[in-house]
């Protein structure tokens, strides 16, 4: 079945460190891929998305690219903030039921002045 | 932006007793919602889908007699967990989706934190 395997936390990084978090997926055809970041008290909220090979999903200076030869759509930022601590979720939504997404067990990014 | 409200952010109860979570869509309605669970250190799980004026739809493996689902209208969704065991302790996630948007516009609630004794 989908899956979605995510590096485990926590991730501990300095201040305009840069930032690397690995996901990878198994999936039936090409599903799209999702980011999601949680801020402490809230709800998860979309960062960047992909919809098919090749992409590359951005947003507030994280990065991700699609990359179907590896399975994978690691999450990337080259200089992280404080304000960046928050828990990480990769998705994916499967290609029979655009509703239906398969999550990542997150990771939490924790980022040191 | 979209607001999805869950509540409540963390209960505790007793071995038996029955827990509901209740996921508002606050500015927009959402004929369709989705209930999640996750346990320490894994996945978010998706658990069932829940259809405004219908039954729910579960994933394999999920109790609907334990989990109950109750979508009453196109901006509330209920859980109950009945006769909560400490193994339902758990994290419960809501996630909804504007009526007729693509999968993109999905909003998802802060969870609940639930313990049982």
């Known amino acids: 079945g989908d899956s979605v395997t995510q590096m485990e936390g926590p991730v501990t990084l300095s201040e305009e460190a840069f930032l690397t978090i690995n996901c990878t997926y198994t999936?039936?055809?090409?599903?799209?891929l999702f980011w999601y970041v949680q801020y402490p008290g809230e709800g998860l909220q979309l960062l960047l998305k992909?919809?098919?090979?090749?992409d590359k999903g951005s947003n507030k200076g994280f990065e991700a690219t699609y990359r179907k030869e590896t399975t994978s759509f690691h999450l990337e930022k080259g200089s992280v903030q404080v304000s960046d601590s928050a828990v990480y979720f990769c998705?994916?939504?499967?290609?029979?039921?655009?509703?239906?997404?398969?999550f990542g067990s997150g990771t939490k990014l924790n980022v040191k002045p | 932006g979209a607001v999805v409200s869950q509540h409540p952010s963390r209960v505790i109860c007793k071995s038996g007793t029955s827990v509901k979570i209740e996921c508002r869509s606050l500015?927009?309605?959402?004929?369709?919602m989705f209930w999640y669970r996750q346990f320490p250190k894994q996945s978010l799980m998706l658990m069932a889908t829940?259809?405004?004026?219908?039954?729910?739809?579960?994933e394999q493996g999920v109790e609907k007699d334990k989990f109950l689902i109750n979508h009453a209208s196109l901006t509330l969704s209920t859980l109950t967990v009945t006769s909560a065991h400490p193994e339902d302790s758990s994290f419960y996630i809501c996630?909804?989706?504007?009526?007729?948007?693509?999968?993109?516009?999905?909003?998802f609630g802060s969870g609940t934190q639930l313990s049982v004794l």
């Open positions: 996630s909804a989706s504007p009526a007729g948007r693509s999968n993109e516009k999905l909003f």
């Open positions: 999936a039936t055809g090409y599903p799209s």
């Open positions: 992909a919809t098919k090979a090749d």
């Open positions: 998705a994916l939504s499967a290609i029979y039921n655009f509703n239906k997404f398969y």
């Open positions: 500015d927009f309605q959402a004929t369709t």
């Open positions: 829940s259809n405004e004026g219908s039954k729910a739809t579960y």
